[in-house]
């Protein structure tokens, strides 16, 4: 079916470019003038191009990006590349951060995901096509991409009925170049060094572009080239203080016999040193035989490596018995802020965790004109695998005395008395090893036509077509725990070292106690040798074929078939817009593996399907289809010259992701426990309201307020029911993923910038920027009837950049806000020596923090610039609490980033 499919993609899109050629051979004639920009997606409202996405510049960058929303057919913001390899930003996460209504998540100290109004289902292209890394989700890893390679990045909050579905919050396009974009022979390179400053090490980045274009005999030809290499060693101290479990008077638990107390479920501390790579290349060829006829040939590579070691001490208290005349309380409250516990076990791991993902693509695209009549046609191929590793071994000891004291900041701890460092106090615990391997791609085609109308209200009539077929599996995974029966850790001298961190959390957390010198598990030895770990640990090397690896397995295949109509108008030019619909049918087919059971009968003839003993799986197949129509309405008034009214109303969908969709049961029956996916599941679809008043008065200055509403139906949340019974015992709880109630996001985006040109001499290359939004949600959670705000959905943010640009000097500080959040709810338990289980359910917030960058860079002569860029300035501190602020929960440092380097212009 696979292959059939994949044929007729080829043969449609390979029918179209020859009928083309043909179809122009009458029209060989002198090719566009080079300044003509390269087809992009943001196209404005009559259907053009925008203006050119190179630019030199910070002034340059944000006229540019205000051109390309001022223009748009949509409600659209653009971050344009300041010269060629030079987002504002690092990081094309950290330069997303700079829109309106896009929230950030870090992951060690750099972004990582994002959110377009609160909503993190963001459907991401490349050029316009489709982009994935593989694994159990649907997104692109953005992290995966060094921002050297990128020209341009638009994010559209509204949609268009063109546009791929996919994004509930919106959709993010990345926009890498192409030959045609230059005016001829362009040679551009960089070379620089990062600097971390707490793990004090400096790695290399470097980047390269050629291109260039003829006119031959046969048309005109453009070819480029670019590829980018970035390196980046960090550091993470990472301080979790655990859950405020509930201590119960007249329960084993009972600290207070008067009263129910929270107290803190002890602190896990983890160190982390890693080191990433980020390896992207793109090749492009166009060519155009005569004016009205181009085809484009585009390649895509990204490899990004993460090789990270964790140090980590894991100090449970919640099955502990307390020191009486210890505990003392955050004031008035029930919270504990310091206790001490007899006989504290305490676990030492030693942790190897690394990640690759390999990301290609390859696509064709033909676009043909002929007087009113445009027709495009576009085929993509992309391939992804994601590889993660996951090994630890632990240490565990037993400390006589340990004190935690939660009111400081960071909370710390204490082993008054006790050599941790002693290796002879502990033994061998377990070795875990965890890991994923998914693999993915992609098939897709598209057929795009417009006729232009000459008169009328009725400027343009769209219509297209496209055809996907996607596949994703999760293959040879490994789910392996094993426990030495030796545990005598002198016995295996190669495999533990003593520590070689004395500084955790030093600077933020100077003066305050922690365990910083406990020993730990070499992590080399769990990356480069896990086979002799386990041979020289006398345990079974891990099965491929046992029971939990094919219960984590699963693959999935995805047709998807779109069409859609799309009508322009314009009313004198007075009001312009579009209006359209876009249909969508999905056909699924999941496959995965469950336990296998058998039917027993009862002495009273009722049949029941228990567990298979030993246990077997079984593979299950389920299908799904489903169709959805999705319209949209973007209508612009241009009330003046400068000022323009936007008015929109869509409907978006997201689909479930696919591990979600996995019907895979897994049942765990010492912890009563099961879980499975739900192949059942529909998409997420949002019913939209938006408008935007924008007002530009200057070539680079500008002042906007939008507003936004967003009912969202079908939040995907995994629930946990207690109390099921499988195979006759009860007390089973069972999660799953299920569609919840409706939700809803509401808010106003305001954003400002301008250069002041108007004051005197060298003050008039200063600039600002500034943006605000507030965003207010509600919506169901994974607890049963309990509504709250959207998890990383800050109600407050702000960015705001001065800027200086003048006499080939250009500076950016940027500071960026956002307000405390909810990160998660956590609902979990605990079970005291002698007692009953006791649960809790506890809200997870992060306090409102601030992240402040900058840059400089001086042009030395015409072809040579320096640059210096410094992120994390301000060392900031990101905390977490439990419900609130007495009940302190997670807190992270990260390091500094310094970076020297030079471009190059030719």
């Known amino acids: 079916?696979?292959?059939?499919?994949?044929?007729?993609?080829?043969?449609?899109?390979?029918?179209?470019?020859?009928?083309?050629?043909?179809?122009?051979?009458?029209?060989?004639?002198?090719?566009?003038?080079?300044?003509?920009?390269?087809?992009?997606?943001?196209?404005?409202?009559?259907?053009?191009?925008?203006?050119?996405?190179?630019?030199?510049?910070?002034?340059?960058?944000?006229?540019?990006?205000?051109?390309?929303?001022?223009?748009?057919?949509?409600?659209?913001?653009?971050?344009?590349?300041?010269?060629?390899?030079?987002?504002?930003?690092?990081?094309?996460?950290?330069?997303?951060?700079?829109?309106?209504?896009?929230?950030?998540?870090?992951?060690v100290g750099e972004g990582g995901s994002i959110a377009i109004r609160g909503l993190p289902q963001v459907e991401t292209t490349m050029n316009g096509r489709e982009t994935f890394t593989?694994?159990?989700?649907?997104?692109?890893?953005?992290?995966?991409?060094?921002?050297?390679?990128?020209?341009?990045?638009?994010?559209?909050?509204?949609?268009?009925?063109?546009?791929?579905?996919?994004?509930?919050?919106?959709?993010?396009?990345?926009?890498?170049?192409?030959p045609f974009d230059f005016s001829g022979s362009t040679i551009s390179a960089t070379l620089g060094n990062n600097y971390a400053d707490r793990i004090k090490k400096s790695e290399p980045m470097a980047s390269l572009l050629v291109s260039d274009r003829w006119q031959t005999g046969i048309g005109e030809i453009g070819v480029l080239a670019a590829i980018s290499y970035q390196e980046r060693s960090y550091r993470q101290d990472l301080d979790s203080t655990g859950a405020p479990t509930p201590r119960i008077p007249g329960k084993a638990s009972e600290i207070d016999p008067t009263r129910t107390v929270f107290a803190p479920n002890g602190n896990y501390q983890v160190l982390i040193n890693g080191n990433r790579q980020r390896l992207g290349a793109n090749a492009a060829l166009q060519w155009r035989p005569a004016s009205n006829l181009e085809f484009s040939l585009e390649g895509q590579y990204q490899r990004f490596r993460t090789n990270q070691q964790q140090y980590s001490a894991n100090i449970p208290t919640a099955g502990s018995a307390y020191i009486p005349g210890t505990v003392s309380y955050f004031?008035?409250?029930?919270?504990?802020?310091?206790?001490?516990?007899?006989?504290?076990?305490?676990?030492?791991?030693?942790?190897?965790?690394?990640?690759?993902?390999?990301?290609?693509?390859?696509?064709?695209?033909?676009?043909?004109?002929?007087?009113?009549?445009?027709?495009?046609?576009?085929?993509?191929?992309?391939k992804s695998k994601s590889d993660l590793w996951y090994t630890e071994l632990d240490l565990v000891t037993h400390a006589p005395v340990y004190t935690q004291y939660a009111a400081t900041n960071p909370p710390s701890s204490s082993t008054p008395g006790f050599d941790l460092a002693n290796l002879s106090n502990y033994t061998v615990g377990g070795l875990t090893r965890n890991e994923n391997h998914y693999v993915g791609h992609e098939w897709a085609g598209r057929l795009d036509g417009e006729y232009k109308f000459d008169s009328g209200f009725l400027s343009a009539i769209d219509v297209g077509f496209r055809f996907s077929d996607r596949a994703v599996a999760q293959q040879n995974p490994v789910r392996f725990v094993g426990q030495t029966k030796a545990t005598n850790p002198s016995l295996y001298p190669s495999l533990f070292t003593a520590n070689q961190f004395g500084d955790f959390?030093?600077?933020?957390?100077?003066?305050?106690?922690?365990?910083?010198?406990?020993?730990?598990?070499?992590?080399?030895?769990?990356?480069?040798?896990?086979?002799?770990?386990?041979?020289?640990?006398?345990?079974?090397?891990?099965?491929?074929?046992?029971?939990?690896n094919q219960l984590a397995g699963f693959a999935a295949d995805e047709k998807s078939y779109a069409g859609y109509v799309m009508a322009k108008f314009n009313f004198n030019d007075v009001v312009d817009g579009n209006i359209g619909v876009r249909w969508v049918r999905t056909e699924d087919s999941i496959n995965g593996f469950q336990l296998r059971r058998h039917a027993v009968k009862?002495?009273?003839?009722?049949?029941?399907?228990?567990?298979?003993?030993?246990?077997?799986?079984?593979?299950?197949?389920?299908?799904?289809?489903?169709?959805?129509?999705?319209p949209s309405a973007n209508v612009r008034i241009h009330l003046t010259q400068k000022l323009q009214l936007r008015l929109a109303a869509s409907e978006t969908l997201t689909r479930p992701d696919f591990s979600q969709l996995s019907p895979a049961v897994t049942v765990v029956p010492g912890q009563l426990a099961a879980s499975s996916g739900n192949p059942n599941l529909s998409p997420i679809t949002s019913t939209n309201a938006d408008a935007s008043l924008e007002w530009y008065f200057g070539k680079s200055s500008s002042l906007y307020v939008a507003g936004f509403y967003k009912r969202v139906k079908g939040f995907i949340f995994t629930r946990s029911t207690p109390g099921q019974t499988i195979d006759g015992v009860t007390g089973y709880t069972v999660s799953l993923p299920v569609n919840s109630d409706p939700g809803t996001v509401k808010g106003v985006e305001v954003g400002y910038q301008q250069f002041f040109d108007f004051l005197p001499g060298a003050l008039s290359g200063l600039g600002l920027q500034a943006n605000y939004t507030y965003a207010d949600s509600k919506a169901p959670s994974s607890l049963v009837g309990f509504t709250a705000p959207l998890t990383q959905l800050s109600k407050n943010s702000f960015n705001v950049a001065a800027i200086y640009e003048k006499h080939g000097v250009s500076a950016r500080v940027a500071y960026n806000y956002r307000s405390s959040y909810l990160s998660s709810i956590l609902a979990g338990g605990y079970t005291p020596p002698g007692g009953s289980t006791v649960s809790y359910v506890f809200p997870v917030y992060t306090k409102g923090y601030g992240w402040l960058d900058g840059s400089v860079s001086v042009d030395v002569g015409k072809h040579f610039t320096l640059t210096f860029d410094a992120q994390n300035i301000l060392r900031t501190q990101i905390q977490q609490y439990y419900a609130v602020a007495t009940q302190p929960g997670q807190f992270t440092i990260d390091d500094r980033q310094f970076m020297i380097g030079v471009r190059i212009k030719y």
């Not at 029918?15 to 050629?21: D, E, K, N, V």
């Not at 179809?23 to 992009?40: I, K, Y």
């Not at 030093?506 to 010198?517: A, I, K, M, T």
Request: hydrophobic share 35%.
């Open 505 to 548: 959390y030093s600077g933020v957390g100077s003066g305050l106690d922690f365990q910083r010198n406990y020993p730990y598990a070499l992590p080399a030895n769990l990356k480069n040798n896990f086979g002799g770990v386990v041979s020289a640990l006398g345990l079974a090397a891990p099965d491929p074929n046992s029971i939990s």
């Open 134 to 178: 593989a694994g159990g989700g649907r997104t692109f890893n953005l992290e995966d991409l060094p921002a050297e390679l990128i020209g341009r990045i638009d994010v559209y909050k509204t949609p268009t009925a063109d546009l791929i579905e996919g994004g509930l919050g919106g959709t993010v396009d990345v926009r890498t170049r192409l």
């Open 1 to 107: 079916m696979r292959n059939t499919s994949q044929i007729r993609c080829g043969v449609a899109i390979s029918a179209m470019i020859i009928g083309l050629t043909a179809g122009t051979a009458h029209a060989q004639s002198t090719a566009t003038p080079a300044s003509q920009p390269a087809d992009a997606s943001a196209q404005t409202a009559d259907g053009s191009p925008p203006a050119d996405i190179v630019v030199t510049g910070v002034r340059a960058s944000l006229q540019s990006a205000q051109n390309i929303k001022r223009n748009a057919s949509s409600i659209v913001d653009s971050i344009v590349a300041e010269d060629i390899g030079k987002l504002p930003d690092n990081n094309a996460t950290e330069a997303l951060q700079r829109i309106t209504g896009v929230q950030v998540s870090r992951d």
């Open 331 to 382: 004031g008035s409250t029930n919270d504990v802020s310091q206790a001490s516990f007899s006989n504290q076990i305490i676990t030492a791991g030693g942790t190897e965790r690394d990640l690759l993902d390999v990301n290609k693509q390859i696509a064709l695209k033909g676009k043909w004109t002929s007087g009113n009549f445009t027709l495009t046609g576009d085929g993509a191929y992309t």
């Open 602 to 630: 009862d002495a009273n003839g009722v049949t029941t399907y228990v567990l298979d003993s030993p246990q077997a799986v079984d593979p299950v197949i389920v299908d799904n289809a489903y169709n959805k129509w999705l």
